[in-house]
Each structure stands twice: as structure tokens, then as C-alpha cells.
């Protein structure tokens, strides 16, 4: 199969050419998974089932995708939908979990690394998915798809439904308030 442009691929997964849509798959993955996993605060496993989802969405909703835009920035869009889906499931959950009698509770293990057996480059680097994973969704979407996956401040506006000065300050909040979130870790204030 010839690599194609996206917007040829997805025509021809349309025809019912599925090889089309597993270069696609192929060439996002990566970009999807990496937006996903810093969305969900580096869970490795709940990353992959945000990919598996919003590859399936997007295959079901392939008629869709107007060819005018980018493949990427509508896949993220997805991705991005996905990822609010599985935050709002989970805090649903957490609410229910209060409810139950204590008995019917199970023990959680501990998921704070393990000083001893992490390097300290890994516990920076869970730090900083945690302060991530912390931000309000308006700037650390903003933050993902700008810094992460390096999408123009145009594609960025259009992936999240903004304008251009919106992404442009969020990206402003959400570079301060990281910053002071994981200064704030490091020094308490008193």
C-alpha cells in the first residue's frame, strides 16, 4: 500500500479499503496515546483503552471527517472527548464507592512510587503527570495539544472550539499555574 495523505486514506477507508485505515491508525497512535496518557496523569493501561476508544469512535464517525482539516487535530478532538468520558465515569464511581457500607469495601494498595525503587528522573517525571493531570481541562487540553503535540495555535483553536487569543491565554495560565502547583510541591507555602 503507497502512504497516501490522510484525507486520501480516509477516503479510501470509506470504500471499505481497511489496509487505508490501519495506516492511519499507525501514523496517530503514537501522538494519540502520548495526548491520552499525560490527559489521564500517566496511567499507561487507562491510555491505551482511551486509544482503543477513540479509534474505534473515529472509524464509526469516519464519514464525518471533513477532509478540509486535519486528521490529527480531529482525532485528538476525540481523543480529548474520550478522556472527559472515562474522568467523568471515574468520578461517578469514586461517589458511589462512599455509599456502600465500609465492609463491602476492598483495600486500595498504595499507588505512590516507591522512593527506594524509583529513579529520581522517574518520580520527576510522575510529578509532573500528577500537577498535569491537576490542571482544569480548559488549560491542561491546551497545554497537551500545544506542548505535547506541538499543534499550531490555529489547529489548537479548532481542535477545542476556541479562538486563537483563547488558546494563547490558556497556554499563559496553564504554564503558571503548573508552575506554581509543582513549586508549591516542592516548598509549602506556610
Request: one cysteine or more.
Amino acid at each position: 500500500m503507497t502512504e497516501d495523505d490522510d484525507a486520501g486514506l480516509v477516503a479510501r477507508a470509506l470504500k471499505g479499503e481497511q489496509a487505508a485505515y490501519s495506516v492511519l491508525m499507525r501514523r496517530h497512535r503514537d501522538a494519540i496515546y502520548r495526548l491520552a496518557r499525560a490527559h489521564v496523569g500517566g496511567d499507561a493501561d487507562a491510555a491505551l483503552d482511551v486509544v482503543q476508544e477513540t479509534f474505534v469512535a473515529a472509524f464509526a464517525a469516519l464519514h464525518r471527517y471533513d477532509a478540509a482539516r486535519p486528521f490529527r487535530a480531529w482525532l485528538s478532538r476525540i481523543a480529548i472527548n474520550k478522556c472527559r468520558d472515562r474522568a467523568r465515569r471515574a468520578a461517578v464511581r469514586r461517589f458511589f464507592s462512599f455509599a456502600r457500607p465500609l465492609e463491602d469495601g476492598v483495600e486500595a494498595p498504595d499507588a505512590a512510587p516507591d522512593p527506594e525503587a524509583s529513579a529520581r528522573s522517574g518520580q520527576e517525571v510522575r510529578r509532573i503527570e500528577r500537577a498535569v493531570a491537576a490542571l482544569p481541562d480548559t488549560l491542561k487540553e491546551v497545554l497537551l495539544l500545544r506542548t505535547i503535540e506541538q499543534l499550531s495555535q490555529a489547529d489548537t483553536a479548532q481542535v477545542l472550539g476556541v479562538s486563537e487569543k483563547a488558546v494563547e491565554t490558556r497556554l499563559y495560565r496553564a504554564r503558571q499555574k503548573l508552575s506554581a502547583m509543582l513549586r508549591d510541591e516542592v516548598e509549602p507555602r506556610v
